[in-house]
């Protein structure tokens, strides 16, 4: 096994914990990509206690990394990037995802619009309360503020974070002694503004009466935009009832009705910025293509696809990570892989293949999955699914993905079964990949993690 590159995905829950060992001219390159997990922090911690034993020693006695690799600022996927459980480990190459980035001059929309989203729910978390609370905390809670200030100070190692993307030169991601092994970044591309947000949020101002107006919609009354041009000079305390606003401020020229609904359109338009947010984070992952020894491995984070414009990329608009991958790089993506980590713990939204609808021709996107596992290649190829079946996303991973994904690799299992009574549960006896959340050991009990090998 010493020759062989090494792939292990742990099972972290819902998010992404890989390393891989790859084999160079005279040494082993260690590589971490992501650290994360919605669960605990616990299921983290003794993973990477035991992940650090295998690591080699440097030469002041820390366990050392050649490389770590963070796709994206989402919890399941840097909750585990805290100072404790990195300070015995010396970090050679931290590479981050532009998303991290906030002086980039390509993004200053898409910061802009994270800016506000997160005033916006910090505002509002403090005025509603029960299921509505839940949901709008979760969201905070999701981009970790205090672990992207970490990251971005290079983890207090002195060492300074390469904001990788598609435009990185091919010699700054230089890791390998042997020139023919390369780690490639085939997205996101650097100009976030002009590829992933389009004309969404660039005009968002930091006032709130413009915010607020701006979530409520376009299609007020002249009553509700003056109702909110006045009370939001106070904030969202005058929408909710508080410790000093014992009853909501309802002008005289509204309906008791009206001032109900609007309030709800707007908390709606609050999760839905956050939610538009969140997806161009997603499309923001960091893609890795590892090529070594002719073997191709991809990495995917959570980058999407967007069924827009029959797939294709448009200007000024928000389009998916794959289609701009397929537009910018196909080259890359256009040879049959060995490997492939299946995107955002298979969702249906970030894989490029759709289910073909009745008297419709196939969607254009299903060409790149084609290009990247194609059937006649499906005996030399693996995909392994991070993953695990939640009550707040019920739908991940996907049954009609997972079927089509198995129809495309030899690492295929039938025989699982889904604790799960949810209805979009998978049922027993149905074909798909390796997933993180249901391998068994001989004696039943689940295994630690998934491990892939690959030869010369």
């Known amino acids: 096994m010493a020759n062989q590159l090494l792939v292990r995905l742990y099972n972290v829950d819902l998010g992404d914990f890989i390393y891989l060992r790859v084999p160079d001219t005279s040494r082993d390159v260690h590589i971490l990509i992501d650290c994360g997990t919605l669960s605990k922090l616990g299921v983290l911690t003794d993973h990477l206690e035991s992940l650090k034993q295998e690591l080699p020693l440097d030469a002041n006695g820390k366990r050392q990394l050649d490389l770590l690799v963070v796709s994206h600022p989402h919890e399941d996927h840097h909750k585990g990037f805290i100072q404790e459980h990195f300070q015995d480990i010396s970090i050679q190459n931290l590479w981050l ?89 085939i997205s996101p591309m650097s100009n976030i503004d002009g590829y992933y947000l389009g004309a969404k949020g660039l005009d968002l101002s930091a006032d709130p009466q413009a915010l607020t107006l701006s979530l409520a919609g376009e299609d007020l009354s002249m009553a509700q935009t003056q109702m909110l041009g006045a009370i939001m000079q106070q904030g ?61 491995l991809l990495f995917t984070g959570d980058a999407e696809w967007s069924a827009s414009y029959k797939g294709a990329v448009k200007a000024g608009s928000c389009n998916g990570s794959w289609n701009v991958m397929w537009a910018k790089r196909k080259a890359d993506l256009s040879q049959p892989l060995d490997f492939l980590k299946v995107g955002h713990h298979g969702s249906e939204n970030a894989t490029p293949w759709t289910p073909k609808k009745e008297n419709k021709p196939e969607h254009p996107i299903n060409q790149i999955l084609e290009a990247m596992l194609p059937l006649d290649h499906a005996d030399d190829a693996l995909a392994v699914v991070s993953t695990k079946r939640t009550n707040q996303y019920p739908s991940i991973p996907n049954r009609e993905l997972l079927e089509e994904l198995a129809r495309r690799v030899k690492n295929v299992e039938t025989n699982y ?32 993690f998934i491990e892939e090998y690959f030869d010369q």
């Open 97 to 185: 995802s532009p998303a991290y980035d906030r002086h980039n001059p390509k993004a200053v929309g898409f910061f802009a619009l994270k800016d506000a989203a997160v005033r916006a729910l910090t505002s509002l978390s403090a005025f509603v309360s029960g299921q509505l609370k839940l949901e709008v905390d979760a969201i905070l809670e999701m981009t970790k503020s205090d672990i992207i200030q970490y990251l971005c100070r290079g983890m207090d190692q002195g060492i300074t974070p390469l904001f990788a993307s598609a435009d990185t030169p091919p010699e700054d991601l230089k890791i390998f002694e042997d020139g023919d092994i390369k780690l490639k970044v």
């Open 236 to 296: 969202y305390a005058s929408l909710y009832q508080t410790e000093v606003n014992t009853q909501p401020n309802v002008p005289e020229n509204l309906s008791v009705m009206d001032f109900e609904k609007l309030r709800s359109r707007l908390s709606s338009n609050v999760l839905a910025l956050a939610e538009m947010t969140g997806k161009i984070e997603n499309n923001l992952s960091l893609v890795l293509l590892l090529e070594w020894h002719g073997k191709r």
């Open 417 to 448: 079964l889904e604790t799960s009574t949810s209805p979009k549960a998978i049922p027993a006896n149905i074909s798909q990949p390796t997933r993180t959340d249901l391998e068994l050991d001989n004696t039943g009990h689940q295994l630690p």
